[in-house]
């Protein structure tokens, strides 16, 4: 219930302040499970993408906004996963947790690189995206985010008022991957080619390393 009033609310209010653009929305598909994957390089992100698509959609996030009350309260009432980038089994229980919503049907909204960019850049993605898109079948949505760093970069309290486009490619079937012998190489190569697809939407200079623990929304 809180998901959708804050949908309904904030929605018109983040396209009027910051001329929001959605590209590729028929991409999305309008029923069954998918998983979209984007860039993420701003906290608001986790704004702008829901924002663009029709349906609920469940975001992974990292569990330091679980411990302060402030954000607590939001985060649990709209229905997120927390996820420790720690790993482990704190790590797998949000995997877990990520498989239901699957399993249910609906939209997961993940970040591949596993925490926000500091430097821009799109950094080598997890393979946890891929692992979940192997195990359920769901197909992934590649996002790319354009804008948002510069109307909220790391570091800043209130954002400034701007333009931000949110862009979705086609789905990428997990089916030929997982019929590979070889699991730990087919979850690399699938992740691989989700972050060439979100680097063609976003155009970021990519970079093949991990980004850094500075900050930023989880996964796995």
């Not at 829901?50 to 607590?72: N, Q």
């Not at 730990?184 to 060439?196: F, G, I, K, N």
Request: charged fraction near 20%.
């Amino acid at each position: 219930m809180l998901y959708w009033f804050f949908k309904v609310v904030l929605t018109p209010f983040i396209f009027a302040a910051w001329r929001l653009t959605v590209r590729g929305g028929r991409h999305v598909p309008v029923r069954g499970a998918a998983i979209v994957a984007s860039n993420h390089v701003s906290f608001l992100d986790s704004f702008f993408v829901p924002v663009s698509v029709l349906r609920r959609m469940t975001f992974v996030a990292k569990a330091e906004y679980f411990d302060r009350w402030r954000t607590r309260w939001f985060f649990q009432g709209i229905g997120q996963i927390p996820m420790s980038r720690d790993g482990g089994s704190a790590s797998e229980g949000a995997l877990l947790a990520a498989r239901s919503v699957i399993a249910g049907g609906k939209i997961l909204g993940i970040y591949p690189e596993g925490t926000r960019s500091v430097d821009g850049r799109l950094h080598r993605g997890k393979t946890g995206v891929a692992r979940l898109a192997i195990s359920t079948g769901a197909p992934i949505v590649p996002c790319g985010v354009v804008g948002s760093r510069e109307v909220m970069p790391k570091g800043k309290r209130l954002p400034r008022l701007g333009k931000v486009s949110v862009s979705f490619g086609e789905p990428i079937d997990p089916a030929p991957y997982a019929a590979m012998a070889d699991r730990q190489l087919a979850t690399r190569l699938l992740t691989d080619e989700v972050m060439r697809r979100i680097r063609d939407l976003s155009g970021q200079e990519y970079v093949d390393e991990y980004a850094g623990r500075q900050g930023g929304s989880a996964a796995a």
